[in-house]
T-cell receptor, first 116, second 109 residues
């Protein structure tokens, strides 16, 4: 149980284009989903927290107009990196929390983004 | 401020036992998590402690002392596949997860 998928696993794009990453909880309903970014050999950095049906809460320093998050259903959240630039190249990981007293976050496999 | 400390790197021998410590100072406490992260992969959940004491799960055990702000992850009968980073994370009073920087564990034959 508690499986989270992410798609795509790899994406290479040109500078200036937008990239959408999907995060799905496959066998449970996730009241809350989280988006993290991790640069090589660095810690996980929380970008934003999203609750189904409401606006995401962004961490300080994360541009909400650049990283658009939509949590349209209890099993799907999307992160769109708009007008991507090379410095946005990173490992993006989502996690999902079932709620209802369970605080455990289950992570998706991550998406590697390379912006040329 | 909120702070989680764990060693940056540890080395152990295959078949041996290793203990990875984590100390924390956070605004409130609602539980402590341990995650394993292999290089290039996302973290996977190992354990969650909210009460004092030792929780055993196969070769892995996790201990918590809330009064000391201290936890450890104990790995027994080490295997080469246990080479990974181990992340300690604390849920604070606002139910925000505060992450440690992780401990890179290197297993040698």
């Amino acid at each position: 149980g508690a499986v989270v998928s992410q798609h795509p696993s790899w994406v290479i794009c040109k500078s200036g284009t937008s990239v959408k990453i999907e995060c799905r909880s496959l066998d449970f309903q996730a009241t809350t989903m989280f988006w993290y970014r991790q640069f090589p050999k660095q810690s996980l950095m929380l970008m934003a927290t999203s609750n189904e049906g409401s606006k995401a809460t962004y961490e300080q320093g994360v541009e909400k107009d650049k990283f658009l998050i939509n949590h349209a259903s209890l099993t799907l959240s999307t992160l769109t990196v708009t007008s991507a630039h090379p410095e946005d190249s990173s490992f993006y990981i989502c996690s999902a929390r079932e709620g209802g007293g369970s605080e455990t976050q289950y992570f998706g496999p991550g998406t590697r983004l390379l912006v040329l | 401020g909120q702070n989680i400390d764990q060693p940056t790197e540890m080395t152990a021998t295959e078949g041996a036992i290793v203990q990875i410590n984590c100390t924390y100072q956070t605004s409130g406490f609602n539980g402590l998590f341990w995650y394993q992260q292999h290089a290039g992969e996302a973290p996977t959940f190992l354990s969650y402690n909210v009460l004092d004491g030792l929780e055993e799960k196969g070769r892995f055990s996790s201990f918590l002392s809330r009064s000391k702000g201290y936890s450890y992850l104990l790995l027994k009968e080490l295997q080469m596949k246990d080479s990974a980073s181990y992340l300690c994370a604390v849920l604070d009073s606002n139910y925000q997860l505060i992450w440690g920087a992780g401990t890179k564990l290197i297993i040698k034959p």
